[in-house]
C-alpha cells in the first residue's frame, strides 16, 4: 500500500505551496485539497504565465494528475466557475482531471454576506478575513445545517437552499448590510448548474482505492499552521483544521497512511490580516521586503505584513504536524540584506525567555531575541545546488540544526524551474 503524503505551510499562509506542489506533482498520480476554500490563492509560474488558484489543487496544470477536492473543502460554486473559465484558454483537461467530493461543504453568498457583517461589527478587533465567507461557512457545517455539494444532485436541493438562506436573512437584518438578493441568488443558482457538469464523487473511496492500488498521493494545504483553528494564534485564524491532522479528516486517509510531511516555510516571514506577529518589521527593513518579495495578497490584493523568520513558531509548527522535510521558499528576497536576523527564541513581559509559543501569545507583548547572521548579498540567478553562496548554506545549516529537519528544497525564484533540490 503507499502512503499520502502531505505539503502544508508552517507559517500564516502564502508560503508557496502552489508553486511547489506544481514542481512535485509530476512525481504524484494524485493530488488532493483537504480543507480551507477560496480564502487561498496558490500562485504557479511557468511558460512566463502566473497562475493563481483558489478552491482547484495545484496540480491542474500537470496532465497525468488526478486532482481531488476533498470533503474537509468549502466550496464556492461562483468562484469555481470562474476559475474554470479562466482556465479554459489553456486547453487542460479539467472535466476528466478534476474530481470533487460530494462532501465538500457548500458557500452560499449568504455566507459571504454574514463574514461581511460580522466583520464589520468586530470593527478594530477584525479578523482580517478574505471575505469569503470561510467562518460562517464551516459554522454551519459544524451545526449541522450546511449543504454539501452531493445535495445539488437532490430535487429538494432548491428547498434546503431556500431554508438556509431564510436563517441567513433573520440573522443578516439585525446587520447593516445592503446586498441585492435576487442578482446574487441568480450567479449562485446559475453557478450550481455549472458545477452539476463536473465529476462529483466520494472521494474517500477513491483516495482509498487509489491507495490500494499503489497510487502516490500528495495532500495540498491551504493557509498555514499558524492560522490553525486549535494551534493559531485564536481568534486570528481562519476556520479549518490546517495540519496534518486535517488531511486525515479532510479526505477520509486514516492516519497510518499518512508518509512524508513537506512543511514549507519562507526565508522570511509575511502575515496578511490581523493577529499577533512577533518578527514584523514596521520599518524601512520591512518595505523593503514586501518589495523584492512582492508581497501582496494572492486573493485579495492587501499588503503582507512583512518581517525576520520566527523559530520558536516555526518549531510548534513543525511539532504539531510530525514534519519530515522541511522546504524554503522565498531565499532570493533575502539577498538584498547584509545581515539576516533569525528570531531564535522570544522575551516575554516578565522576562521569561523561552522557545515556546505561549498561550497568551495574543495579549502577551513578546520580544524577539535575535541571532545575527550575514547575508549572500548576491542575486541567486543560475546557482546550483554545488555552488549556493557560502553565506546562504550557513544560513541553511542553522536553520536545520535549530529546528532539526532537513531542508531538502530551497526556492529561489517564483518559476517552477527557480528551485533547488538538496
Ligand atoms: P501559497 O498560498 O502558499 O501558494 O503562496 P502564494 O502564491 O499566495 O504566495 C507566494 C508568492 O511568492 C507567489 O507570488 C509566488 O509566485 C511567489 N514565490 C514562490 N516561490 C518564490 C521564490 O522562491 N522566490 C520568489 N521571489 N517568489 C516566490
Ligand atoms: P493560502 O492558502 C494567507 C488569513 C486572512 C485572515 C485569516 C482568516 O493562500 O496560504 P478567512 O478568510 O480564512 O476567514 O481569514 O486568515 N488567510 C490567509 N492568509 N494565506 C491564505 O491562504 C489565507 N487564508 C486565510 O488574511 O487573517
Ligand atoms: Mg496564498
Same mark, same amino acid.
Given at each position: 500500500m503507499s502512503k499520502v503524503d502531505v505539503l502544508l505551510g508552517l507559517q500564516w499562509g502564502d508560503e508557496g505551496k502552489g508553486k511547489v506542489v506544481d514542481v512535485l506533482a509530476p512525481k504524484y498520480d494524485v493530488v488532493a485539497r483537504f480543507q480551507g476554500g477560496p480564502n487561498a490563492g496558490h500562485t504557479l509560474e511557468f511558460d512566463g504565465i502566473k497562475h493563481v488558484l483558489h478552491q482547484i489543487p495545484s496540480g491542474i496544470f500537470r496532465e497525468k494528475t488526478k486532482n481531488i477536492i476533498g470533503n474537509g473543502v468549502v466550496l464556492d460554486p461562483i468562484v469555481f466557475k470562474n476559475e474554470i473559465e479562466k482556465l479554459g484558454k489553456f486547453n487542460l483537461n479539467v472535466r476528466s482531471n478534476l474530481f470533487i467530493s460530494k462532501k465538500a461543504t457548500l458557500i452560499l453568498p449568504t455566507h459571504r454576506l454574514l463574514d461581511q457583517a460580522y466583520e464589520k461589527e468586530k470593527g478594530e478587533n477584525k479578523i482580517g478575513s478574505t471575505l469569503k465567507g470561510i467562518g460562517p461557512t464551516y459554522q454551519d457545517k459544524i451545526g449541522r445545517q450546511g449543504l454539501r455539494? *452531493?445535495?445539488?444532485?437532490?430535487?429538494?436541493f432548491r428547498e434546503k437552499f431556500s431554508k438556509l438562506t431564510q436563517i441567513h436573512f433573520k440573522i443578516l437584518s439585525e446587520y447593516d448590510i445592503t446586498y441585492s438578493w435576487a442578482e446574487l441568488e441568480s450567479q449562485f443558482l446559475e453557478a450550481v448548474d455549472f458545477l452539476k457538469?463536473?465529476?462529483?464523487?466520494e472521494s474517500e473511496y477513491v483516495l482509498n482505492n487509489e491507495l490500494k492500488a499503489g497510487s502516490t498521493i500528495l495532500a495540498e494545504g491551504a493557509q498555514g499552521a499558524l492560522l490553525d483553528i486549535d494551534f493559531g494564534s485564536y481568534p486570528f485564524v481562519t476556520s479549518s483544521s490546517t495540519v496534518t491532522a486535517g488531511a486525515c479528516t479532510g479526505l477520509g486517509i486514516a492516519p497510518r497512511h499518512i508518509g512524508e510531511v513537506y512543511g514549507i516555510f519562507k526565508a522570511y516571514s509575511t502575515r496578511v490580516g490581523s493577529g499577533p506577529f512577533?518578527?514584523?518589521?514596521?520599518d524601512e527593513e520591512g518595505d523593503l521586503m514586501r518589495k523584492e518579495g512582492n508581497e501582496? *495578497?494572492?486573493?485579495?490584493?492587501r499588503p503582507r505584513r512583512c518581517g525576520w523568520i520566527d523559530l520558536p513558531s516555526l518549531k510548534y509548527s513543525i511539532m504539531i504536524n510530525g514534519v519530515t522535510q522541511l522546504l524554503m521558499m522565498?531565499?532570493?528576497?533575502?539577498?538584498?540584506?547584509p545581515t539576516i536576523m533569525v528570531c531564535t527564541h522570544y522575551k516575554l513581559s516578565d522576562g521569561t525567555i523561552t522557545d515556546m509559543v505561549p498561550y497568551e501569545v495574543v495579549k502577551e507583548k513578546i520580544i524577539p531575541v535575535y541571532k545575527e547572521l550575514k547575508g549572500w548579498s548576491v542575486s541567486l540567478k543560475g546557482f546550483t545546488k554545488e555552488n549556493l553562496p557560502f553565506e546562504l548554506v550557513q544560513y541553511i545549516k542553522f536553520l536545520e540544526t535549530e529546528?532539526?529537519?532537513?531542508?531538502t528544497l530551497v526556492s529561489t525564484g517564483p518559476d517552477r524551474t527557480e528551485t533547488i533540490l538538496r
Amino acid at each position: 500500500m503507499s502512503k499520502v503524503d502531505v505539503l502544508l505551510g508552517l507559517q500564516w499562509g502564502d508560503e508557496g505551496k502552489g508553486k511547489v506542489v506544481d514542481v512535485l506533482a509530476p512525481k504524484y498520480d494524485v493530488v488532493a485539497r483537504f480543507q480551507g476554500g477560496p480564502n487561498a490563492g496558490h500562485t504557479l509560474e511557468f511558460d512566463g504565465i502566473k497562475h493563481v488558484l483558489h478552491q482547484i489543487p495545484s496540480g491542474i496544470f500537470r496532465e497525468k494528475t488526478k486532482n481531488i477536492i476533498g470533503n474537509g473543502v468549502v466550496l464556492d460554486p461562483i468562484v469555481f466557475k470562474n476559475e474554470i473559465e479562466k482556465l479554459g484558454k489553456f486547453n487542460l483537461n479539467v472535466r476528466s482531471n478534476l474530481f470533487i467530493s460530494k462532501k465538500a461543504t457548500l458557500i452560499l453568498p449568504t455566507h459571504r454576506l454574514l463574514d461581511q457583517a460580522y466583520e464589520k461589527e468586530k470593527g478594530e478587533n477584525k479578523i482580517g478575513s478574505t471575505l469569503k465567507g470561510i467562518g460562517p461557512t464551516y459554522q454551519d457545517k459544524i451545526g449541522r445545517q450546511g449543504l454539501r455539494v *452531493g445535495d445539488i444532485l437532490a430535487d429538494s436541493f432548491r428547498e434546503k437552499f431556500s431554508k438556509l438562506t431564510q436563517i441567513h436573512f433573520k440573522i443578516l437584518s439585525e446587520y447593516d448590510i445592503t446586498y441585492s438578493w435576487a442578482e446574487l441568488e441568480s450567479q449562485f443558482l446559475e453557478a450550481v448548474d455549472f458545477l452539476k457538469g463536473f465529476q462529483l464523487i466520494e472521494s474517500e473511496y477513491v483516495l482509498n482505492n487509489e491507495l490500494k492500488a499503489g497510487s502516490t498521493i500528495l495532500a495540498e494545504g491551504a493557509q498555514g499552521a499558524l492560522l490553525d483553528i486549535d494551534f493559531g494564534s485564536y481568534p486570528f485564524v481562519t476556520s479549518s483544521s490546517t495540519v496534518t491532522a486535517g488531511a486525515c479528516t479532510g479526505l477520509g486517509i486514516a492516519p497510518r497512511h499518512i508518509g512524508e510531511v513537506y512543511g514549507i516555510f519562507k526565508a522570511y516571514s509575511t502575515r496578511v490580516g490581523s493577529g499577533p506577529f512577533p518578527t514584523e518589521l514596521i520599518d524601512e527593513e520591512g518595505d523593503l521586503m514586501r518589495k523584492e518579495g512582492n508581497e501582496f *495578497g494572492s486573493t485579495t490584493g492587501r499588503p503582507r505584513r512583512c518581517g525576520w523568520i520566527d523559530l520558536p513558531s516555526l518549531k510548534y509548527s513543525i511539532m504539531i504536524n510530525g514534519v519530515t522535510q522541511l522546504l524554503m521558499m522565498k531565499a532570493d528576497v533575502l539577498s538584498v540584506f547584509p545581515t539576516i536576523m533569525v528570531c531564535t527564541h522570544y522575551k516575554l513581559s516578565d522576562g521569561t525567555i523561552t522557545d515556546m509559543v505561549p498561550y497568551e501569545v495574543v495579549k502577551e507583548k513578546i520580544i524577539p531575541v535575535y541571532k545575527e547572521l550575514k547575508g549572500w548579498s548576491v542575486s541567486l540567478k543560475g546557482f546550483t545546488k554545488e555552488n549556493l553562496p557560502f553565506e546562504l548554506v550557513q544560513y541553511i545549516k542553522f536553520l536545520e540544526t535549530e529546528l532539526n529537519v532537513p531542508i531538502t528544497l530551497v526556492s529561489t525564484g517564483p518559476d517552477r524551474t527557480e528551485t533547488i533540490l538538496r
